[in-house]
């Protein structure tokens, strides 16, 4: 038997809870002690605790008011419940900005901000990093031995980025000791174009809007500094807390695919990865590819510590407040969605919030208890009954799975990729990576998301999106992986530039033209109503026939050791290769020059899967809609099937015989599930 352990060994259950805000409340004793009955009801066993609480904590410079929250603390304990206590640096209080107002961040015009709103403090400032280290000094020495600590939970969604003297010497200081002279980092920006070569470090500065904005390797530089010196501050945050409690694990809360921090950076300071989901439910859309988008964001977060069981420490159990439309989630929507997180590896399921708040900015997002302030809700039932299924699934804590399937999706190729001036204006990298990762979500095949620094001999298929950047060493890996028998999968527009964002010389795709074995001569951008198809050849490698339509992109390329499985239908470039694949050792890199539709896809994929034998979570047939996602532990198996379709569905077991882990009972010959329905099916190990 294979397991993680629990995110606590105080705790080892899944964890089920809220984002807890009393300090809004401590006029008001009586609700705070109906939010301890209430959290019973809701089958609540964590609370995340004081996320933007610093005013409540230091209301004056120096002077400490921890009684409500020993208080709150303390009624935790006798009523079981259990606390991730956040450091409040995500919302500095007033007197700190008006005293200090360095803290303040500079926007990218140059502008000091207010004091206001959140997550807007500069990460350079010494009295900032100072302030927020005698704060989490003071929590970890109170709450070190308190028995309902079992995490911490850092700042608050980090983001952003601050232009201010401070920070522009220090990126300067860290670009000397990146490139250690001014001709090597002149020669990786290119800066001889336009004339824009510098003569001393003193003339650096960060892309500003009535600046430089044309330099890609300084655009480039600046994303990656604003990650380093994010990281380094919350690095800053955690050595306290790690000095006094280094048995309590820290986390801090992702925000999905945000563009604005590379979250790989981050993953060996954290001792559990932890994320907010908040996917648009119910819009014009389906569900279903609305689900598979967030299985996408899911499985990233578990493959950033090698499949370790992850948090989601932020979901809404109704609706929220900031999106175009504060559309509530369908009956059903809130146990599926929630169980789909755990599904894809996740040991807690939490909400943002607790209760809603009374007034300012999000008064009206969804919580737990709504403002009428008792469970006699519909939320607050499907809620509960989130907590009852969990409360059943102890077996599934700290197990994971190992995908055969890895997507690449990587942050800096992003950067990179979102910054180049050609091809199209948008790029639409992230929603090329959500088309392929859905044909496998869609057969019910697990997959990592992952990006160029893992290791890529753990996995059998390797799918490289718009592989625009590739870092050094990077194409003789994915040359290794396929000589040794893997199979890649490569598209358009990738191998183009280097870690510096400087073209490749001597032909695309670069450092990748031996495993593809094709030649990239030109790229062709279509305008939104045009398009070409690709026309399948007879007796392909693949066995695929037809046509497919082609949008946005068509690559004209020469076969070298490549050979074609379709061609181009129209245009002049009519009859020359869209679809290759070239045997290269023991396996195969397939290259696809042109964006496809889905049905394309799909078949494509389909083949492969096929042709591999990829092992499928469920091995059937899965109705449109539902996907069965796994989770092991090398004895037994954990299939999750969920329905994300407003129609009965019936899934065939092939003469399988499971187990529903839930309903406790043993199912033969199929599966029934209901509109939004989920079923959680326990067999042997396969």
């Not at 952003?160 to 002149?186: D, I, M, P, S, V």
């Not at 919350?234 to 809360?253: D, G, M, R, S």
């Amino acid at each position: 038997m294979t397991k993680f352990p629990p995110i606590n060994d105080k705790c080892p259950h899944l964890l089920h809870g809220a984002d807890y805000n009393p300090d809004q409340w401590l006029h008001r004793p009586d609700i705070l002690a109906e939010d301890l009955r209430l959290m019973k009801a809701a089958n609540c066993n964590v609370m995340s605790v004081g996320i933007f609480a610093w005013a409540a904590l230091e209301p004056e410079e120096g002077k400490f008011t921890f009684a409500w929250l020993d208080q709150v603390m303390d009624q935790l304990a006798k009523h079981q419940i259990y606390a991730f206590l956040a450091t409040p640096s995500g919302a500095r209080p007033a007197w700190l900005s008006r005293k200090y107002p360095e803290v303040l961040r500079v926007e990218a015009d140059r502008k000091r901000i207010l004091h206001g709103n959140r997550h807007n403090h500069c990460y350079t400032s010494p009295v900032y990093r100072e302030k927020v280290r005698v704060i989490n000094t003071k929590l970890a020495e109170r709450y070190q031995e308190h028995p309902v600590l079992l995490g911490w939970h850092i700042s608050n969604e980090y983001g952003g980025e601050c232009h201010c003297e401070l920070c522009q010497a220090a990126f300067r200081k860290w670009l000397q000791k990146k490139y250690q002279t001014l001709e090597a980092l002149n020669h990786a920006w290119w800066t001889a174009f336009w004339s824009h070569t510098y003569t001393d470090w003193s003339e650096i500065e960060s892309p500003a809007p009535h600046g430089e904005q044309f330099v890609h390797g300084l655009n480039l530089d600046w994303k990656r500094f604003v990650t380093h010196q994010t990281l380094d501050f919350y690095q800053h945050e955690i050595a306290p807390l790690k000095a006094i409690t280094p048995a309590i694990p820290v986390t801090t809360n992702f925000m999905g695919t945000y563009p604005g921090l590379d979250y790989w950076k981050f993953a060996n300071d954290l001792d559990v990865v932890a994320w907010d989901s908040y996917p648009r439910w119910h819009e014009a859309k389906t569900d279903w590819q609305t689900a598979a988008e967030v299985a996408f964001v899911h499985d990233l977060n578990r493959s950033l510590k090698q499949g370790k069981p992850f948090m989601l420490m932020e979901s809404t159990p109704s609706m929220t407040n900031w999106t175009p439309v504060s559309k509530l989630k369908r009956p059903g929507m809130h146990l599926l969605s929630s169980l789909q997180a755990v599904a894809h590896g996740a040991d807690a399921v939490q909400y943002f919030q607790w209760r809603k708040s009374r007034g300012a900015t999000e008064k009206f997002h969804g919580a737990v208890v709504d403002h009428v302030g008792h469970e006699k809700t519909r939320v607050f039932r499907e809620v509960a009954e989130v907590g009852e299924v969990l409360k059943r699934l102890d077996p599934v804590v700290g197990t994971s799975v190992k995908p055969e399937v890895a997507l690449l999706f990587d942050w800096e190729n992003r950067w990179a990729l979102e910054d180049a001036q050609g091809l199209k204006r948008n790029k639409k990298y992230e929603e090329t990576c959500y088309r392929h990762y859905r044909s496998f979500w869609s057969c019910g095949i697990p997959v990592d998301v992952i990006n160029q620094d893992c290791a890529f001999s753990r996995y059998r298929l390797l799918i490289a999106p718009m592989l625009y950047m590739v870092r050094p060493g990077v194409g003789e890996r994915l040359t290794e992986f396929v000589a040794g028998g893997g199979t890649l999968v490569v598209t358009y527009w990738s191998g183009i530039v280097d870690q510096h964002d400087l073209c490749f010389l001597g032909g695309f795709p670069g450092p990748l033209r031996k495993v593809l074995g094709i030649w990239s001569e030109e790229i062709d951008g279509l305008y939104d109503d045009d398009e070409n198809y690709v026309t399948m050849l007879d007796r392909n490698a693949l066995g695929l026939e037809g046509e497919y339509r082609v949008k946005d992109v068509c690559d004209l390329i020469h076969l070298e050791t490549a050979e074609a499985l379709g061609v181009y239908r129209e245009d002049f470039y009519a009859g020359r290769p869209a679809l290759t694949v070239n045997r290269h050792g023991q396996g195969e890199a397939y290259y696809l020059a042109s964006r496809n539709e889905d049905r394309f896809l799909n078949g494509f994929y389909r083949r492969l899967i096929d042709k591999m034998q990829l092992r499928q979570a469920l091995p059937t047939e899965l109705p449109v809609g539902v996907t069965a996602q796994l989770r092991t532990d090398g004895c037994q198996d954990y299939v999750f099937l969920l329905n994300f379709t407003t129609e009965n569905k019936v899934v065939d077991l092939n003469g399988g015989e499971v187990k529903d882990l839930v309903a406790d009972q043993v199912i033969r010959g199929h599966v029934e599930l209901p509109p939004y329905g989920v079923r959680i099916l326990e067999r042997s190990a396969l």
